[in-house]
T-cell receptor, first 117, second 112 residues
Framework: DAGVIQSPRHEVTEMGQEVTLRCKPI?????LFWYRQTMMRGLELLIY????????DSGMPEDRFSAKMPNASFSTLKIQPSEPRDSAVYFC???????????????FGEGSWLTVV | GNSVTQMEGPVTLSEEAFLTINCTYT??????LFWYVQYPGEGLQLLLK???ADDKGSNKGFEATYRKETTSFHLEKGSVQVSDSAVYFC???????????WGAGTKLIIKP
């Protein structure tokens, strides 16, 4: 089975430019997560969708960040305008349902490595 | 609130050595506990998990036991290989049922 698919794998962009990261979750999974990983802050949950609806976006850093999930098989994370401090690895992840307390597993994509210069 | 503390790295071992990476937690309720592994340039993969006290998770020779009395979930492997070199994350589920509380990660380096 295909895992979580993210694109692009690597992106280098200039400050001020718009960046769009894309994600295709595992088929049949109804929970989708966007994480950001940096050396300084570790793994941070940016936003969580359940059944295509944003449930918790409290981790989105500021208005420059937005995320959408127009259907069950696609999500985007957009940064506009981008800044050098946005440089990080952005992971999309999905799970069959919430229920992490019951041991449900989150499956991660390979990440989008963003560098803003 | 819930939190996870894991030993700082890097941990450097020789091949075939015994591995322990310590993880302790604070939590209300009855969280599930997870170990994830991140190989260089890749995303995180679930290594093992445990959902209740005294459960033992195991995978690929790694083991961890959910110890409620010591609030610990230490990762162990009897004989490590160079291919085990990676960053290991301990995590627990929080009351939201969709959030994972992550440890800072422990980098493991295995030398031949």
């Amino acid at each position: 089975d295909a895992g979580v698919i993210q694109s692009p794998r690597h992106e280098v962009t200039e400050m001020g430019q718009e960046v769009t990261l894309r994600c295709k979750p595992i088929s049949g999974h109804n929970s989708l997560f966007w994480y950001r990983q940096t050396m300084m802050r570790g793994l941070e949950l940016l936003i969580y969708f359940n059944n295509n609806v944003p449930i918790d976006d409290s981790g989105m850093p500021e208005d420059r960040f937005s995320a959408k999930m127009p259907n069950a098989s696609f999500s985007t994370l957009k940064i506009q305008p981008s800044e050098p401090r946005d440089s990080a690895v952005y992971f999309c992840a999905s799970s069959l349902s919430p229920g992490l307390s019951s041991g449900n597993t989150i499956y991660f994509g390979e990440g989008s490595w963003l560098t803003v210069v | 609130g819930n939190s996870v503390t894991q030993m700082e790295g890097p941990v450097t071992l020789s091949e075939e050595a015994f591995l322990t990476i310590n993880c302790t937690y604070t939590a209300t309720g009855y969280p599930s506990l997870f170990w994830y592994v991140q190989y260089p340039g890749e995303g995180l993969q679930l290594l093992l998990k445990a959902t209740k006290a005294d459960d033992k998770g195991s995978n690929k020779g790694f083991e961890a036991t959910y110890r409620k009395e010591t609030t610990s979930f230490h990762l162990e492997k009897g004989s490590v290989q160079v291919s085990d070199s990676a960053v290991y994350f301990c995590a627990l589920s929080d009351d939201s049922n969709y959030q994972l509380i992550w440890g800072a990660g422990t980098k493991l380096i295995i030398k031949p």
